[in-house]
DNA sequence: TCCTCGAAGTTGATGGTGTCAACATGAGGG
DNA sequence: CCCTCATGTTGACACCATCAACTTCGAGGA
């Protein structure tokens, strides 16, 4: 048997789930306190076991702030996934612009709900071009691409273009003490790029559709 | 006399220029370590001086490290202010553009140059519409739509806009490990606002000038 | 069945930090 | 000339990360 499923309340001397157990209460400081805020002793304390009892599962304060990392990340692209697969609309042209357009929203909304993993997750970015976000703008921008509203010779550095608005517009809602959160203001970011796209093929910008309701 | 000018060397009770020494050596310390490495103890140690000597002119952490974002703020904003005044073109409408382009390559420079100030600096911003980063853009936006080049109907929000495509991207080449600086990748940001732009007036988009090189 | 061996948890120490309180100094005004 | 009080200092407390040495206990072989 795996030793798993230990008996509830049970304190036994070997905690039997220590490493799932730091890392969800990771996942629970950083949501509501940030990642500054993450201290290995006061986990350990959460978790009901002693100071240091946290090395045998990870290299130090980093190595799991790293794994919380991973699931602020996670957490984000499921949530993205699942609005970009909300865009149901028949015409070809106006579902990619939409889809375009999610992915931003589904980011910043997921940027002002989840601060604190949000930061971390994206701080602990390695490589841009090879990360989650980067790979699936790709693929919206392929698509944009594909149904004719964005010319091909528009279509290099498109990623980072886009990436760099909502992730600029989300540290803007979220740093510091005022809060920009302002729905308008993330709609003008949204058809500034819609436009500038359109205008690559020479179409002008019937208004872009608002968000879901 | 005002008691400055202390002279050199000379190991006086009172420091004479405490508040002055510890700021200029916190800018420092940010400026090649970032605002986490900053530690009050550190500080004293460096200034000759005894921890908690700081006390008797910061509240504490956090009041110091505002002083020395204050300061962050303001360089950020000269070299902004220099560039924004090297731009000299007489065609009124290029010299616009190139105006805004300006304001986001001396943005990203400074914060690829300085990353450790200028992620405190941001941080610190309290009020975004009152900060100064805002203020510039709107006087140059509104320099855009009174040469004809932006449409009056799409001024509004464009602040916030072109602010969060130039933040973004200045966010993601310093943060994590991997840096993306790619000049190509910020000419392509700087193009995709300006195009937009020139749409709303229907003005095809003439190639935009790139960096004064 | 028993025994051992190593993974998992514990205790203790070291050196770092911010911050409070009480004390010492000495420069400038009366 | 001396007194005052802003400016520095010393000491203490409570945190923290991390290293080293010790303890427990569960699983697998004899």
């Known amino acids: 048997m795996l030793g798993y499923g230990r008996r509830v309340t049970a304190s036994t001397y070997h905690h039997g789930n220590l490493r799932e157990a730091l890392v969800s209460a990771g996942v629970e400081v950083v949501r509501e306190h940030g990642a500054d805020a993450l201290a290995l002793r006061d986990l350990a304390r959460r978790v009901g076991v002693s100071h240091n009892a946290a090395y045998r599962h990870f290299a130090g304060r980093d190595d799991l702030l790293a794994e919380v990392a991973g699931r602020g990340a996670a957490e984000l692209m499921g949530t993205m996934t699942r609005r970009l697969e909300s865009v149901t609309v028949d015409d070809l042209v106006l579902r990619a612009r939409m889809r375009l357009a999610e992915v931003g929203r589904s980011y910043v909304e997921f940027a002002v709900r989840e601060p604190g993993l949000f930061r971390l997750a994206v701080s602990a970015i390695a490589d841009v071009e090879a990360s989650p976000p980067y790979l699936m703008l790709a693929e ?31 540290c803007l809602a979220i740093d510091g003490t005022s809060r920009l959160d302002h729905d308008a203001a993330l709609e003008v970011l949204l058809t500034t790029i819609d436009r500038s796209y359109g205008a690559t093929t020479g179409q002008v910008a019937s208004p872009l559709p608002g968000p879901a309701a």
Request: charged share 20%.
């Open 140 to 170: 919206v921008l392929d698509d944009l691409v594909a149904v004719g509203y964005l010319a091909p010779e528009a279509r290099r550095g498109a990623e980072i273009a886009c990436w760099s608005g909502v992730h600029g517009f989300s």
